[in-house]
């Protein structure tokens, strides 16, 4: 901690992560009851995600500390912007067509923002990709990278022959970027086995 | 590929982090190249080599 931190924002990374999605559910569950309306939830919205870049703020500190370079403390800050706006705009995308008024360009354009924002991410690791130095730590990040990707990929091949032969229920498809990212953990786990070191990720 | 690095660092008393800096790289990659967990690409191969001021084939050597 330097002389000019205040130590109140000094806190672990788990502790702001809490705090995040503590409010975010929050949030969101006051917007899917009705309990508030569409303007309240975006205002009450800046709270998770101002925790949120607390807490990439937090893992860039505990990043720099670790001695990583350059290419992972700038995907620390993508990964927070556009994880940000995800936050935002799901919450946007709740309020404003829960009521099955709006047009089909605002409903299309809503719909679309958190994919976007959720692209953004799978940038950002691109770009790691291509600006990490460290090879080793580059290795790491491409091998958990293929083996979430190719958890996605089967993940989605194998449910979508399972629900046509209406076995499980119908998922939207977007379940299946939530399955790349458990793949990145199983990616880190496989990292970790064989060469010792979680990556980067 | 077996290497030196563990012993040839012990005698000039540098740690991995020492070393890592001196190669430009991280800690993890240091240690991961000690105990044969990764394979260096040439170009690291030659900075290591330049860093210890020995020709590669007496830092590394075939399995």
Not at chain 1, 122 to 127: S, T
Not at chain 2, 16 to 45: C, F, H, K, M, W
């Amino acid at each position: 901690m330097t002389a000019t931190e205040k130590p109140g924002f000094t806190r672990t990374v788990p502790f702001w992560a809490g705090l995040t999605f503590g409010t975010f559910g929050a949030v969101m569950g006051l917007a899917l009851t009705d309990a508030i309306n569409a303007t309240t939830t975006m205002i009450m919205m800046i709270v998770p995600a101002a925790l949120f870049f607390q807490t990439m703020r937090a893992a860039g500190r505990r990043a720099a500390c670790s001695g990583r370079g350059e290419a992972q403390r700038l995907y620390v800050k993508r990964v927070a912007i556009f994880a940000s706006l995800y936050l935002v705009v799901i919450a946007l995308q709740v309020s404003l067509l829960d009521d099955g008024e709006a047009s089909l360009a605002v409903r299309a354009g809503l719909s679309i923002m958190p994919g976007l924002a959720i692209c953004g991410v799978f940038w950002a690791i691109g770009r790691l990709i291509v600006e990490e130095k460290d090879e080793f730590i580059r290795t790491l990040i491409i091998r958990q990278t293929l083996i979430a990707t190719g958890f996605a990929l089967a993940s989605a091949t194998i449910w979508g022959f399972l629900e046509a032969g209406e076995v499980v229920p119908h998922i939207p498809a977007y379940w299946f970027a939530v399955a790349f990212f458990l793949g990145q953990f199983f990616g880190a786990i496989s990292n970790r086995i064989t060469h010792g070191s979680w990556g980067a990720l | 590929m077996k290497n030196r690095l563990k012993v040839l660092r012990a005698m000039r008393d540098w740690s991995q982090q020492d070393l890592a800096d001196r190669l430009e790289v991280s800690r993890q990659s240091v240690n991961a190249i000690e105990t044969g967990r990764y394979d260096p690409s040439l170009p690291l191969a030659f900075r290591i080599a330049d860093v210890f001021e020995m020709p590669i084939e007496e830092i590394f050597e075939r399995d």
